[in-house]
Nanobody, 123 residues
Framework: VQLQASGGGLVQAGGSLRLSCAASGRTFSTYTMGWFRQAPGKEREFVAAISRSAINTSYADSVKGRFTISRDNAKNTVYLQMISLKPEDTAVYYC?????????????????WGKGTLVTVSS
């Protein structure tokens, strides 16, 4: 599967953004999907994951209650709705997919990655 993230940009603290990730191919619904981020000078970290049928989701503690992951299998797209953004949310955000992992196991990484989209939150 090929993944392309979009929707990043510059936003003030407290603002909102919605990221999208479009997937190619006809097997999108068989992938657990996730979002990760990498801030300048830091390692890439898990943000959120969603199961194939969207029944299960998992979030990093740092974004729980502020970010919501969702997916539309008919559109081959996964979303990340971000509200109450903080300067520490500034990072390049990557979407990822994997057929073999659960939403919990996705925290350890996923097989397929898209190019990232930059989110900058100003204070």
């Amino acid at each position: 599967v090929q993944l392309q993230a979009s929707g990043g940009g510059l936003v003030q603290a407290g603002g909102s953004l919605r990221l999208s990730c479009a997937a190619s191919g006809r097997t999108f619904s068989t992938y657990t999907m996730g979002w990760f981020r990498q801030a300048p000078g830091k390692e890439r970290e898990f943000v959120a994951a969603i199961s194939r049928s969207a029944i299960n989701t998992s979030y990093a503690d740092s974004v729980k209650g502020r970010f919501t992951i969702s997916r539309d299998n008919a559109k081959n797209t996964v979303y990340l709705q971000m509200i109450s953004l903080k300067p520490e949310d500034t990072a390049v955000y990557y979407c990822a997919g994997d057929r073999k992992v659960s939403t919990v196991a996705a925290r350890g990484g996923m097989d397929y990655w898209g190019k990232g989209t930059l989110v900058t939150v100003s204070s």
